[in-house]
């Protein structure tokens, strides 16, 4: 089962944006975040949630897409996420927040797949603008934002030619190919 959750789980980048998340579903998935590992169990993360069409209005401009894909902007209107999780580092509870962010993200995303959705991390992120926009207090350092939808694409997953060329790549028929390096590559030794 995890064999295959982990191999449905692609970064899905455009969605039935009318196809709307229930806040109840973002919050059941931050609850699996929250009884994830943590380094030192120290907790610093928080998060904030958006499924409000005009709350995600202000979200999108602020992330960017595919950094491969240069001829593609983004998704378009009607393909959009139809909500967000945004991770928050709380610099009241510590000052850094090691790969806490990256293991609260894949248990979202898991469990976003399980459900029926999809989701993609995103880490480029125009993070003074986004945190005023959404009047985020000075003491959260925006890590991630989870955009999640029903997902609107197919994603295949290949391994990595000779060439070792890693870019994810669309197809004539705008599949995302997504190649990964071979197992006996990974393992050293
Ligand atoms: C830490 C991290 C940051 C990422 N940031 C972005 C981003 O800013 N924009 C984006 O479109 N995808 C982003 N991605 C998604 C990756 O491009 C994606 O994981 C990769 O292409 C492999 O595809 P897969 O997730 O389907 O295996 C990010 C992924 C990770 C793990």
């Given at each position: 089962m995890i064999n295959d959750l982990i191999r449905k789980n692609r970064s899905y980048r455009r969605f039935h944006q009318n196809v709307a998340i229930e806040s109840e579903t973002l919050r059941e998935l931050i609850d699996l975040a929250r009884l994830s590992a943590s380094g030192g169990n120290i907790q610093p993360l928080k998060y904030m949630i958006s499924s409000d069409p005009s709350k995600n209005a202000l979200?999108?401009?602020?992330?960017?897409?595919?950094?491969?894909?240069?001829?593609?902007?983004?998704?378009?209107?009607?393909e959009r996420p139809a909500a967000y999780i945004i991770i928050l580092g709380d610099k009241k509870v510590a000052q850094q927040f090691g790969c806490d962010h990256?293991?609260?993200?894949?248990?979202?995303?898991?469990?976003?797949?399980e459900k029926g959705l999809g989701g993609c991390i995103i880490a480029s992120i125009v993070r003074p603008e986004l945190q005023q926009v959404l009047e985020i207090p000075a003491h959260y350092e925006i890590l991630l934002v989870i955009a999640l939808g029903k997902p609107n694409e197919i994603v295949v997953l290949e391994t990595v030619g000779p060439d070792g060329d890693i870019k994810y790549w669309r197809d004539e028929d705008d599949k995302h190919h997504v190649p990964k390096r071979p197992l006996e590559e990974i393992i050293v030794g």
């Open positions: 979200i999108f401009p602020h992330l960017r897409w595919a950094a491969y894909l240069q001829d593609w902007p983004g998704p378009a209107e009607g990256g293991i609260a993200a894949q248990s979202i995303l898991l469990g976003a797949t």
